[in-house]
């Protein structure tokens, strides 16, 4: 398959875009993590925590359009003890833990993007809200998440304690009760 000039100048040009991007993203995510290595890595967690401050425009992408229509019909805000959520999601508070440590931010054993990580870091630093996780709870009480676990592994990082989550409102009891 051939490509003509135009493709390959757009692909260059892309391309070329894209290195920049990853170059500049790098340098942000290597200036946190010395931050962090020095412990100097202040940052405030601020959340969006009234449903009419919402912005769902990010969920098109990371969700089908039923579950945002679910979402939207079906779930609120709620603020909740963040490690109870982690335990029951978990299973248990050693695996809370160690998914979601208090005591390491990067950690490649865990799996979490780094550079989604960085992300949240300028976003907050940017003075932004961030969304609550969106989780859920099913029939044997197991914490389903949906969305946001590395804001949650921030937030738990970071020290908070009660953080807003998206919940469906039929579980509001039950989760109430975690």
Same mark, same amino acid.
């Given at each position: 398959?051939? !490509?003509?000039?135009?493709?390959?100048?757009?692909?260059?040009?892309?391309?070329?875009?894209?290195?920049?991007?990853?170059?500049?993203?790098?340098?942000?995510?290597?200036?946190?993590?010395?931050?962090?290595?020095?412990?100097?890595?202040?940052?405030?967690?601020?959340?969006?925590? $009234?449903?009419?401050?919402? #912005?769902?425009?990010?969920?098109?992408?990371? !969700?089908?359009?039923?579950?945002?229509?679910? /979402?939207?019909? $079906?779930?609120?805000?709620?603020?909740?003890? /963040? $490690?109870?959520?982690?335990?029951?999601?978990?299973?248990?508070?050693?695996?809370?833990?160690?998914?979601?440590?208090?005591?390491?931010?990067?950690?490649? #054993?865990?799996?979490?993007?780094?550079?989604?990580?960085?992300?949240? /870091?300028? !976003?907050?630093?940017?003075?932004?809200?961030?969304?609550?996780?969106?989780?859920?709870?099913?029939? $044997?009480?197991?914490? /389903?998440?949906?969305?946001?676990?590395?804001?949650?592994?921030?937030?738990?990082?970071?020290?908070?304690?009660?953080?807003?989550?998206?919940?469906?409102?039929?579980?509001?009891?039950?989760?109430?009760?975690?």
């Amino acid at each position: 398959m051939d !490509f003509s000039e135009e493709e390959l100048k757009a692909f260059r040009l892309k391309l070329e875009s894209d290195r920049k991007e990853n170059a500049m993203w790098n340098e942000k995510e290597n200036e946190y993590k010395k931050l962090y290595d020095q412990g100097k890595l202040k940052i405030e967690v601020r959340w969006k925590d $009234n449903w009419s401050d919402l #912005d769902f425009k990010y969920l098109e992408t990371a !969700f089908a359009e039923d579950f945002l229509e679910d /979402l939207l019909e $079906n779930f609120t805000v709620m603020k909740l003890d /963040l $490690n109870k959520v982690l335990v029951k999601h978990c299973g248990n508070q050693k695996e809370a833990n160690k998914t979601y440590p208090t005591k390491r931010l990067w950690d490649s #054993d865990i799996g979490r993007s780094d550079r989604k990580m960085t992300k949240i /870091l300028e !976003f907050l630093k940017n003075g932004q809200t961030l969304s609550p996780p969106v989780i859920d709870i099913n029939e $044997n009480d197991v914490i /389903l998440w949906y969305d946001g676990n590395h804001r949650a592994a921030l937030a738990r990082y970071l020290g908070c304690v009660n953080i807003p989550f998206l919940v469906r409102k039929s579980n509001i009891d039950r989760l109430t009760n975690l």
